[in-house]
């Protein structure tokens, strides 16, 4: 993972990345007058945002910071000319940079510095040819700036180790991250971060008669897991506490009602990136000691057609008692949900958001722009929500709620079925999950950004740890 440090001012040997504006002192960053008439004539006359120079001893790279209508437009993309820089400086095998700020701007520097980092991370654990060809040489990033503490560093480099474990959890085949191993992992995040982590095994789901997961889990030979993690430190500003619940389906291959296999099946061991996203944010805020009461729940399973696969038509009898006519065993990922719903309501909960690749639906309507939200809490609680997703340009879609959308789940022979229908999709499906609430609750559809099939700027490409940045900063400012 790249570490970020803070640093005093570069040496004339050190690559550098200065970020600067038209008008800036050029010569502070160590240019000839030579080098600064071409930088300056680069910038006005050729109006680009960034300029090389390459030293031969080192790089210089001069980045231009321009304010955009909203200052988190102006953040966004200083983090993607840092997934620019971040390429560059790995073409040319250079191991470290420092980010001088030349503007006086402690944001502007940090997002730049988060986009080169988050750019610079790699998935290469199973290539045995040219892996050292392929491997980044980037490890280091100093940061440079009268207005960055070390603490706003510190806190840098433990949101962004969090992104990367959730990326590095999401890019995990099935075959080395079942439910179990999935749990294992919570486990060793709780050990480092030093939050409480229980995991429930099979027989004592089933003595808790969580229904749903064990339903989606009868086709499967791996048992299913229930994983609770808990970060309550000394003194908290939330008495009662916020609950973080992810969808753990390491691999979807539909079960009965089977996925094609290009561009569907193909993706799905991605299918539990909401419940990486839930452990490596409780990751994070431990790390971090931040001052508030937290519980995570994670079920987990795969969906596979084998065995004794629950069947389409099926009553499934879930864990708070409900009976649910299972009509689509893809649609597998609000029965798993729903039981951990159903659990955080012992808890007395502030809040609920839970975070899931839940349907095609919402990506369909969105794309991988940003995630479907919808819900109970109140308005000022899904306010800050957004706001936060803003902040990190992780943005959120509010769709309706109405209750006609209810009638579309309507069973004839059950409390409920587990489709809707061909319209509303993503809302169906949101609606089927609140039957199982009794408290504010928000939930998060991330279907579109949690996996990208193509390289997107600094959220790469594969597993993008979608939601981590989003829930660390809405708890930092709760």
């Given at each position: 993972m790249t570490s970020i440090k803070k640093s005093p001012a570069p040496s004339e040997n050190e690559?550098?990345?200065?970020?600067?504006?038209?008008?800036?002192?050029?010569?502070?960053?160590?240019?000839?007058?030579?080098?600064?008439?071409?930088?300056?004539?680069?910038?006005?006359?050729?109006?680009?945002?960034?300029?090389?120079?390459?030293?031969?001893?080192?790089?210089?790279?001069?980045?231009?910071?321009?304010k955009k209508a909203k200052e988190h437009q102006t953040l966004e993309a200083l983090r993607k000319a840092g997934d620019k820089i971040s390429s560059y400086l790995n073409e040319n095998?250079?191991?470290?940079?420092?980010?001088?700020?030349?503007?006086?701007?402690?944001?502007?520097?940090?997002?730049?510095?988060?986009?080169?980092?988050?750019?610079?991370?790699?998935?290469?654990?199973?290539?045995?040819?040219?892996?050292?060809?392929?491997k980044h040489s980037l490890a280091t990033i100093f940061i440079h700036s009268k207005k960055v503490s070390l603490k706003d560093i510190e806190q840098l480099q433990i949101v962004l180790d969090s992104v990367m474990e959730a990326r590095s959890l999401v890019n995990e085949p099935v075959s080395t991250l079942n439910a179990n191993a999935l749990a294992k992992e919570f486990q060793r995040l709780g050990k480092e971060a030093g939050f409480k982590v229980t995991v429930f095994e099979k027989t004592k789901i089933e003595a808790h008669r969580m229904g749903g997961l064990l339903a989606v889990n009868q086709g499967s030979i791996d048992p299913p897991t229930f994983t609770i993690m808990e970060w309550k430190p000394a003194r908290v500003k939330n008495k009662k506490p916020v609950v973080l619940v992810g969808k753990g389906v390491v691999y979807d291959t539909g079960g009965l009602s089977l996925k094609p296999t290009p561009n569907s099946m193909d993706y799905m061991k991605c299918d539990m990136a909401g419940s990486a996203a839930?452990?490596?944010?409780?990751?994070?805020?431990?790390?971090?000691?931040?001052?508030?009461?937290?519980?995570?729940?994670?079920?987990?399973?795969?969906?596979?057609?084998?065995?004794?696969?629950?069947?389409?038509?099926?009553?499934?009898?879930?864990?708070?008692?409900q009976k649910v006519e299972m009509l689509n065993a893809d649609a597998e990922g609000r029965m798993i949900l729903a039981d951990a719903l159903a659990w955080a309501k012992q808890y007395n909960p502030e809040l609920v958001i839970d975070l899931a690749t839940l349907t095609g639906a919402a990506a369909a309507a969105v794309g991988t722009f940003g995630m479907v939200a919808m819900?109970?809490?109140?308005?000022?609680?899904?306010?800050?929500?957004?706001?936060?997703?803003?902040?990190?340009?992780?943005?959120?879609?509010?769709?309706?709620?109405?209750?006609?959308?209810?009638?579309?789940?309507?069973?004839?022979?059950?409390?409920?079925?587990?489709?809707?229908?061909?319209?509303?999709?993503?809302?169906?499906?949101?609606?089927?999950?609140?039957r199982f609430t009794s408290y504010p609750w928000i939930h998060l559809d991330i279907a579109g950004p949690a996996f990208l099939p193509s390289r997107d700027s600094y959220r790469g490409k594969g597993g993008t740890g979608t939601g981590v940045r989003l829930l660390f900063d809405f708890l930092k400012n709760y």
């Open positions: 690559n550098v990345v200065a970020l600067c504006k038209k008008n800036s002192n050029f010569s502070s960053f160590g240019l000839s007058p030579a080098e600064i008439s071409y930088v300056k004539n680069e910038f006005e006359k050729k109006d680009k945002k960034m300029v090389v120079l390459n030293q031969l001893r080192r790089i210089i790279i001069l980045q231009l910071l321009e095998k250079k191991e470290a940079v420092v980010i001088a700020d030349g503007v006086n701007d402690g944001k502007a520097t940090l997002a730049l510095a988060e986009g080169i980092a988050l750019g610079n991370y790699q998935f290469i654990k199973y290539k045995t040819k040219e892996v050292e060809k392929e839930v452990g490596c944010t409780m990751y994070a805020i431990a790390k971090a000691k931040l001052p508030v009461h937290v519980i995570g729940l994670v079920p987990a399973t795969d969906n596979r057609p084998g065995g004794n696969a629950y069947a389409p038509g099926d009553i499934i009898n879930m864990y708070d008692g819900g109970t809490a109140s308005e000022a609680q899904k306010n800050k929500l957004k706001a936060s997703g803003n902040n990190v340009h992780e943005r959120l879609a509010e769709f309706p709620f109405w209750e006609e959308y209810d009638d579309l789940i309507k069973s004839d022979i059950a409390d409920m079925k587990n489709i809707g229908g061909p319209h509303g999709g993503a809302i169906t499906a949101g609606k089927f999950l609140a």
